[in-house]
């Protein structure tokens, strides 16, 4: 495995008393796409600008790539594209432009500039529209542009803040596509922040799960559900129609697999690792009881960061 | 091997392309045209009237393009001491929250240049552009009435004249400054304008109006009123613009307060040279330099302090 890449240590961001980061402590490794999960108002936006050098934290660091973000900005925007939630283009200006522009900013000359920018343009498909003004692009072509503005700077690594909103399905997958190969291909590292689990289930060897300011869980996507799952992924539903005893309730519990029970009245709720719902309806059957009803649900992470997201962020956006 | 450019003046170059090809530009043109035709055509059918009178001696007979009214439409001096804050308000008040709103402002930072490279070349690409359209049309106004009168400016005039332009860039430049800063401090381009707009309308009409009830107030006698009012006047950018540009362009004025007798005495009735008009004029200058820096610094602290995202 490569170095680490970005590394923050006890990161807090305070604005008004409220903690919108608190301790963030973090490292990726170089060349993983790692996606920061978390509802809105979580304080991704927050950790993304300490981490460019464009918010001072109120306490705790950021390395990102042996460079200090908040001494040594200039040399972190020297190697770290970003691409913001609602990026922004000159909307007089053609994309090609734009993107002319953005390269000579980083001392890239006029004539380089102008070169690869027409290969980018080509990459992300926008080569037939670089000579239209920005103004009329759509939304997706606006955030592939912006993927483009990133990649002009040949960054080591790109830092996606909700690159997904607003755009249609099947441009969230062609743009996710993108954003894997272009990472495969160059080496480049990739965060990425969004609150939509899927996307970043797709794409993320890494995700971190943030809530409140607070980093919950990190780990690979399987891990993460493996650990949070620990208890069992299968709900099992049954009602009987006699009401069921201490004795039945032992011996469902006993049976391999099963973690959990809960009887109310006629009803039971079994947590369970792998669908048990055969072996406890013949059990139940064998002993007596008479069977109304058997359902079965399975968790996925979904239900898992949905648990998480009812934990109390219900108040929107939090800057 | 093309030469590789500092990021401020891809900066700077940028801003003076939107300036250029936006329509406040083309607003602003077209007001400084209509201006400058306005003067030559006063300048033309008066001119003939102050050459007839023209003493020997000290005949400034070219800075009268500046200063010459027919009553009808106002002097040069006057347009400009009038236009010259829109001018400065139109290209400051949406610099940054335009930029803000639109979410440039981000990715801009985003890219290795020090945060202050983005204010400081705003200010820089508008002081350009005001001064290029200052000076083409001073310099407009010289030459065509060169071509079409066939008197020309003697040095003390030219320099009277190229002084004169410049310290008018620093008048609009002041204005510009409180564009930016109003830029800075509300989110809302309209309020922004608006903002600059109101300041401009309170000393362009009530503050003379504000200072007048204050002295007749204040003071009983009509010497005391008038010092106070004189006074006042230079709190007043307009009014320390307006002074600057008469004594400037009318060397005949000897001091800017009231001469007693004593001193006035033995003194001879001509006019001053260039540099004893200068100094005169210098502390107006130092005034307008420092209110105009006040203003950019207030906006530059407000700026380099502000989140990115608040």
Redesign the interface.
Known sequence: MPGTIIETDKLTKIYNGYRAVNELTLSIEEGEVFGLLGPNGAGKTTTILMLMGLTEPSSGTVRIAGYDSTREPLQVKRIVGYLPDQVGFYENRTALENLVFTARLNGITEEEARKSADELLDTVGLSEVKNKKVGTFSRGMRQRLGLADVLIKNPKIIILDEPTIGIDPKGVNDFLALIKSLSRERGITVLLSSHLLNQVQKICDRVGIFIKGNLKAVGKIEELAGELLKEGNIEIRIVVKEEPNEEIAEKVKALSGVSELTADKREMRIVAREDLSSPIAKLLIDSGFSLLHLSTKEYSLEDVYEFYYGGGVADGEAS | ?????S?FA??VQ?EIG?YI?SWKFLILLGIILLTTIGSIITILSLIKDYAANIDLENSFLFLNLFTASDGNLPPFISIISFLGPIMGLALGFDVINV?RN?????????????RDYFINSKFVAALMVIAVSIFSIGFLIMGFSILTLGIYPTLDELLRIIFFLLFTCFYIAFWLNLGILFSTVFRQSATSALAGLAVWLFYTVFYSMIMNLIGNAIYNSQADTSLFLTRMNRLSPIGLYTELTTILLTPSIRATGVLSFEQLFGALPSTLPFSQSLLLVWPHVCGLIAATFICFAIAYLIFMRE????
Not at chain 2, 104 to 113: G, M, N
Not at chain 2, 307 to 310: F, K, L, Q, S, V
């Open positions: 091997m093309e030469k590789q450019v990021p891809v900066l940028k939107d090809y930029e639109r979410g440039t402002i981000s990715r801009v930072l985003a890219q290795p240049i020090p989140e990115i995202r608040a």
